[in-house]
């Protein structure tokens, strides 16, 4: 069954300090992997996506097949970077379903 | 290009009625899923739409049922209404086989 596990519910930093958003996958196959974000009052959107391995807003997501994680990185936040993250995960090729973790609220205190 | 629309954004029901949500995807997507968004769960699947016809479905009882008109408009519906209903239910969007999903603002219902 595919599964997305977000440990922390609330993770907060200090501006100016790393960032690591931790996110843990179950998945039998090859899934696909993305982060979604969503600012305060503003639509959920997407960040980023594994296998398109770009650094989006500073942030990048290494896939680790390993380990099943997809965990979120910034060396640097920004008081911007203060909203909700939701890693999500699609199992088939279509990407039909995709299946998201319970969210993590990044706050970044000045 | 206009997003995706939802309506209506805001509703309240009693418990045993039934409500049907809207949703308009973005001009040329063809696959439409539906979520439910609440503080302690965050996002569960519902299910998608694609060309009319349900692809995938989540684990929700079949009081939760939807559709997908011949323009890509879908709707969901709700029967006898839960007070665990109340949620805000997100629709969504997509190019086919992208994986990116275009989300509305959401439905929020309230059951009393």
């Known amino acids: 069954a595919q599964r997305v596990t977000q440990p922390e519910k609330l993770l907060s930093v200090f501006k100016g300090a790393p960032v690591e958003l931790k996110c843990n996958y179950s998945?039998?196959?090859?899934?696909?992997l993305f982060w979604y974000v969503q600012y305060s009052r503003q639509r959920l959107q997407l960040l980023l996506r594994?296998?398109s391995r770009e650094s989006i807003k500073g942030f990048t997501a290494d896939l680790n097949k390993g380990e099943t994680s997809f965990h979120l990185k910034k060396p640097f936040a920004q008081e911007e970077d203060s909203a909700m993250y939701y890693c999500a995960l699609s199992g088939d090729s279509s990407a039909s379903k995709i299946i998201f973790g319970s969210g993590t609220r990044l706050s970044i205190r000045p | 290009k206009a997003g995706v629309t939802q309506t209506p954004r805001y509703l309240i029901k009693t418990r045993g009625q039934q409500v049907t949500l809207s949703c308009s995807p973005i001009s040329g997507h063809r696959s439409v899923s539906w979520y439910q968004q609440t503080p302690g769960q965050g996002l569960q699947f519902l299910f998608e739409?694609?060309?009319?016809?349900?692809?995938n479905k989540g684990n929700f009882p079949g009081r939760f049922s939807g559709r997908q008109f011949s323009n890509s408009r879908s709707e969901m519906n709700v029967s006898t209404l839960e007070l665990g209903d109340s949620a805000l239910y997100l629709c969504a969007s997509s190019a086919q086989n992208t994986g990116e999903l275009f989300f509305g603002e959401g439905s929020r219902l309230t059951v009393l």
């Open positions: 739409y694609f060309s009319e016809t349900q692809r």
């Open positions: 998945y039998s196959g090859s899934p696909e």
């Open positions: 594994h296998i």
